[in-house]
């Protein structure tokens, strides 16, 4: 790794600790874009050939004396970029790594890595607030009876709603046609203790990372949109409440609903 050009970023040196264990963050600048998948080989302590894993040795540790070794990274082209038919993209800014970092279940410096990695698993995160809403005038009178005119003021109110997002790490394959058929449908059943209609699909974030055993996996970052009110309530005049629409041809609701449980098959597994 010494002979390849490289520098450190700023923003690097991450640590989480959770009840898994660590994990860290590393961020590289290596100046030639064709010498990063090398220098990613150097981090994971193995040698690659388009057909299997030739060499091995110890994973990089984070830092001197560290119990976290490099175990997947991530390649990035850095400015622009020239078109080579026959070898490739190449970049002129070089590329940016991001090195992850976990605890290992064997001793690096003595033992095999044939133990399994960490196998496919989901962390969530839920961002709570509300949104703003404009009700129809028709749903409201002052105190002394009188309605609302069309100079008045139309009356909002906030509304409870959270952006709700599961990540599955360490997915083998991206299921793309899954993702995109279930862009803007909600849950047809409670899914992750949300009611049915409540969770709207929203799309999803993905990275492929180069694994330590050799493997790709995919990192699926799904996001969604709570609303406890549920996503085919609309506010009524005639009751003051959130009732449910459909379309008037076809009877439809406004958000088709799905099986949400297909998009987390670790759930079920």
Not at 28 to 44: I, K, M, P, R, T
Not at 186 to 205: H, K, M, R, Y
Not at 220 to 227: D, G, K, P
Request: proline share 7%.
């Amino acid at each position: 790794m010494s002979e390849i050009q490289f520098a450190e970023l700023n923003g690097s040196g991450l640590v989480q600790v959770s009840p898994r264990g660590m994990r860290g963050t590393r961020l590289f600048h290596v100046f030639d874009y064709g010498e990063a998948s090398a220098f990613v080989e150097s981090l994971l302590g193995v040698t690659f050939t388009e057909e299997e894993v030739i060499t091995r040795s110890s994973p990089a540790p984070f830092a001197d004396g560290s119990p976290l070794y490099c175990t997947n990274a991530r390649i990035e082209g850095l400015g622009q970029v020239e078109q080579d038919i026959s070898g490739g993209p190449s970049y002129l800014g070089g590329a940016k790594v991001t090195a992850n970092y976990e605890t290992l279940t064997y001793d690096p410096d003595t033992e095999s890595p044939s133990n399994p990695e960490l196998g496919p698993y989901v962390s969530e995160s839920l961002s709570i607030g509300g949104r703003s809403v404009a009700l129809p005038r028709e749903g409201f009178h002052w105190s002394d009876g009188r309605p609302l005119s069309s100079s008045d003021r139309l009356p909002g109110k906030l509304l409870p709603q959270a952006d709700y997002r599961l990540t599955r790490h360490k997915v083998p394959e991206l299921p793309k046609a899954l993702l995109f058929s279930m862009i803007g449908k909600v849950n047809a059943n409670n899914f992750s203790d949300a009611a049915a209609e409540t969770l709207l699909f929203l799309g999803a974030d993905a990275t492929r990372d180069h694994a330590g055993n050799g493997s790709e996996a995919w990192q699926i970052e799904l996001h969604f949109r709570y609303e406890p009110l549920g996503h085919n309530n609309v506010f009524r005049s005639e009751t003051g409440a959130f009732e449910l629409v459909k379309t008037q041809v076809g009877d439809h609701k406004l958000y088709p609903t799905a099986d949400f449980t297909t998009l987390l098959p670790e759930a079920s597994s």
